[in-house]
């Protein structure tokens, strides 16, 4: 059925270092990608989305990567600092309007 | 900047009991969500509305869960009764036009069901 996985459900950086946290889907309908960053006693927060018709987006020191042949989703940050320390979820867009969620990659960052 | 709102932020409760969550999405948006997380997990979809009217109600279980959004604006879920397995956070979001757009959270309220 539908679903969106992670490769690595824990990653530690250090500070200053590129983190990348990758993501596998399923449904190659899918036509629409984010990425959400939830902290710790909060809601999940928009960082970046891309649509399946680009295979790269870019903004403040994040890029998303999107590999449609092998349904692959990635995050990149640069240069990561101690408050990119959060749980990072991708999730997909299907049928046009519902948002399915994957189970999340916590990110530790080391001073 | 505008946001969510959500109300209780922390709700603890007996099994058999009833509890009911507040959210009010940000101004203007059409679309309003409520979605379940448990603890390690990604949140998962209970009900989507788009105004007053139910888009996707498929996940939400029905024997005890409710979900309203009677003027379009402000939505109300209620659980009766709850069970042990309800225990989780419910989080509120809202979007725009709710056609694969971005969505915007609350900061959730956090149920315990002892």
């Known amino acids: 059925g539908e679903s969106v996985g992670l490769h690595l459900p824990t990653l530690s950086v250090q500070e200053g270092d590129n983190s990348i946290i990758n993501c596998a889907y399923s449904?190659?309908?899918?036509?629409?990608f984010i990425w959400y960053k939830q902290e710790s006693g909060k809601g999940p927060q928009f960082i970046i989305d891309?649509?399946?018709?680009?295979d790269k987006r870019q903004g403040q020191r994040v890029t998303v990567l999107l590999n449609k042949t092998v349904k692959h989703l990635s995050l990149q940050i640069a240069a990561t600092q101690p408050g990119d320390s959060a749980v990072y979820f991708c999730?997909?867009?299907?049928?046009?309007?519902?948002?399915?969620f994957g189970a999340g990659t916590r990110l530790f960052v080391k001073a | 900047e505008a946001e969510v709102a959500q109300s209780p932020r922390y709700k603890i409760t007996e099994k058999s009991q009833a509890v009911a969550f507040w959210c009010d999405p940000i101004?203007?948006?059409?679309?309003l969500y409520w979605y379940r997380q448990i603890l390690g997990q990604g949140p998962e979809l209970l009900v989507q509305?788009?105004?007053?009217?139910?888009?996707?109600d498929s996940q939400l279980p029905k024997d005890r869960f409710s979900a309203e959004r009677l003027k379009g604006v402000d939505s109300t879920l209620k659980i009766q009764p709850a069970e042990l397995g309800d225990s989780a956070m419910y989080l509120c979001?809202?979007?725009?036009?709710?056609?694969?757009?971005?969505?915007?959270f609350g900061s959730g309220t956090q149920l315990s069901v002892l």
């Open positions: 979001a809202s979007s725009f036009g709710g056609l694969g757009e971005k969505l915007f």
């Open positions: 449904n190659s309908a899918s036509d629409y």
């Open positions: 891309i649509r399946s018709n680009m």
């Open positions: 999730a997909e867009v299907t049928g046009g309007f519902k948002t399915i």
């Open positions: 101004s203007g948006h059409a679309t």
């Open positions: 509305f788009q105004d007053e009217s139910v888009v996707d």
